[in-house]
């Protein structure tokens, strides 16, 4: 059975780092395009980040040079560093695998970062 | 900052048609395929429409989606209460170095 599951989350000061994980089982995370995507309390979804099967990597312009995508196969888990963290950076943040680019096929559960003083 | 421009509220009676929009441009929905997710509340998106019109196994065919230039569709026949979700429509944008785009998300309620 296909899933993912994101760790990692929690408070944080504004200025401060945090790392997210997202483990999966029942497939290979390097075999697929893998994303984060967050979601604020009330509002819609963003997309953040992904990366390619052949490790090309892409970036939101809010997060460009913060957050840093990454995986490593042994875990068969993706991560997210985030740096320089912001109250607006609050959010539940999602992982997803995906088929496309923007055809996200399947999603963990979320993880919540609260960032805050 | 959404890029897809999407009606922020859609209803209909049980039985009825409804349609949303996503209105894009150019560089993300007139050069990509569309894909639409349906978010329950409290829980994480799910693919409903991927490529445009195609939808994964187990998506009821009440569910269809199209796409003409630069905006999309989605529309939802034989509305149903468990049909109460947000929806989003999402692309990928070639402009810049390339990023993922969603739209800013429709609240369906089921009257």
């Known amino acids: 059975e296909m899933q993912l599951v994101e760790s990692g989350g929690g408070l944080v000061q504004p200025g401060g780092s945090l790392r997210l994980s997202c483990t999966a089982s029942g497939f290979t995370v390097s075999d697929n395009y893998m994303s984060w995507v967050r979601q604020a309390p009330g509002k819609g979804l963003e997309w953040l980040s992904i990366?390619?099967?052949?490790?090309?990597?892409y970036y939101a312009d809010s997060v460009k040079g913060r957050f840093t995508i990454s995986r490593d196969t042994s875990k068969n888990t993706l991560y997210l560093q985030m740096k320089s963290l912001r109250a607006e950076d609050t959010a539940v943040y999602y992982c997803?695998?995906?088929?496309?680019?923007?055809?996200?096929?399947?999603w963990g559960q979320g993880t919540l970062v609260t960032v805050s003083s | 900052q959404s890029v897809l421009t999407q009606p922020p509220s859609a209803s209909g009676t049980p039985g009825q048609r409804v349609t949303i929009s996503c209105s894009g441009s150019s560089s993300n929905i007139g050069s990509n395929y569309v894909y639409w997710y349906q978010q329950l509340p409290g829980t994480a998106p799910k693919l409903l429409i991927y490529s445009n019109n195609q939808r994964p196994s187990g998506v009821p065919d009440r569910f269809s989606g199209s796409k003409s230039g630069t905006s999309a569709s989605l529309a939802i026949s034989g509305l149903r209460s468990e049909d109460e979700a947000d929806y989003y429509c999402?692309?990928?944008?070639?402009?810049?170095?390339?990023?993922?785009?969603f739209g800013t998300g429709t609240k369906v309620t089921v009257l």
């Open positions: 997803a695998s995906a088929i496309a680019p923007a055809q996200f096929d399947f």
């Open positions: 990366i390619y099967i052949a490790g090309n990597t």
């Open positions: 999402a692309a990928w944008d070639d402009s810049l170095s390339g990023r993922g785009v």
